[in-house]
């Protein structure tokens, strides 16, 4: 029987991972190519064999998606994966309708067939939309159990940006010098760098299997910090799920974060501080219609600005969290919020935008009164510190999770935005933790 050619279509992370625990030792298949989209400058590159396995002695060759059609044609491909997230409905019906009219089936891989059983007990941080308050639950939740006495290890969802993957295939961060050690990008310093300054030891790459086996010999409980909105590597015990007011009915409208809400043990609904009124009941109608069984936790996420004083009335670019305000289509975020609570004139940072920033506007049109922090390689980041020495304004409002200015040089005044998690009344997370901790007798 000839093996069915497959075709993975992602971003370099949900697409690599079903390979990884799939398709790589599964003789009935072929997978002749990953496509990728959504980051910028991942096409073009190659799954290595040290990754790829036996099977595949060659590795695997990454074309940007856009190349879909004549590699369906060359290859003679039967079936495409689509193993990436954050895309509303629309989207996903155009890309079925796209892979169908090539001729392909599309495939859909879900939880059994791609979530992997950990020896030790699992609490998952996923969301609904990108942007929703992940990274700021998933540092709640790592102090509580630190609080209890546990030893809490991160993983999280893979961000493998690097041109060569073998140098990412399991990494252990412990200090801000290992994220110099493996030329993090931006938006992994925005997830790495918080952790590691509480403490927590953490993991990522691309081998998720490998991961799991070193997180395990160290942990007395894993918890997985998810990206995007997609569902969790890993098989959770407990699966907290965030939601985001300002985007009301993304939660029951995009793939796969719906997914994660229908699954959810806990569904947070965060930003309620800064969302109107009937925006927090529609999202806690939608959670009720589709999963009435799950704890709804209500959630704030203050804000807190350095030296708000060197601001008020001075002329300022914000500069934010890159996926949330980029496929995660917010028009603002944290650094935006704060800045116009200070008092400050916000500039519109497009006319200063050189390089793959000045298309990034272009593409995420959305986006007028923010610059959002892009940083895939050592030349993005260079376009993002002249973007930013470029603008004429008085300061800048950094609105990223990160200390910015250990990665670019920034040539005027600046002042960080922080913001962590909040729970309102009760239930809360430390007696939703408390129960887990109990159930499965960690203490």
Known sequence: MSKKKVIIMGAAGRDFHNFNV?????????VVAFTAEQIPGIGDRMYPPELSGPLYPKGIKIYPEEKLP???????????????????????GHKIAWVNKLG??????????????????????????????KSQTSRRVNQILVDM???PVNIRHPMPYDPDLTSQIAQRYETLEDMDKYRCTIEEREEYEPMINMGVILYAGVDYGKILEQAEKEADV???????????????????VIADPHRPGHEISYYPGETNLRMADVVIINKIDTADYEDVEEVRENIMAVNPDAIIIDGASPLTIENMESIRGKRVIVVEDGPTVTHGE???GAGFIAARKAGAII????????????????????LENVLPAMGYGKKQMEELQKTINNSDVDAVVIGTPIDLTRVIRINKPSVRVRYDLQEIGKPDLVYVLTEFVKKHKLK
């Open 149 to 151: 006495g546990l030893k």
């Open 330 to 332: 917010m028009p603002y």
């Open 104 to 133: 392909p089936d599309i495939r859909f891989m879900g939880p059994k067939n791609t979530e992997i059983k950990s020896k030790k007990p699992v609490i998952a941080i996923c969301a609904v939309r990108t942007g929703c308050g």
């Open 22 to 30: 799939y398709f790589r030792k599964n003789e009935n298949y072929e």
């Open 70 to 92: 004549e590699l369906i044609k060359e290859f003679d491909v039967e079936q495409c994966i689509l193993a990436y997230s954050d895309l509303p409905y629309e989207v996903v």
């Open 222 to 240: 894993i918890t997985w910090d998810g990206g995007n909105n997609d569902f969790s590597f890993y098989k959770p015990d407990l699966l907290i």
């Open 347 to 366: 500039v519109d940072p497009r006319p200063f935008a050189v390089g793959s920033i000045k298309d990034t506007f272009e593409k995420y049109y959305h």
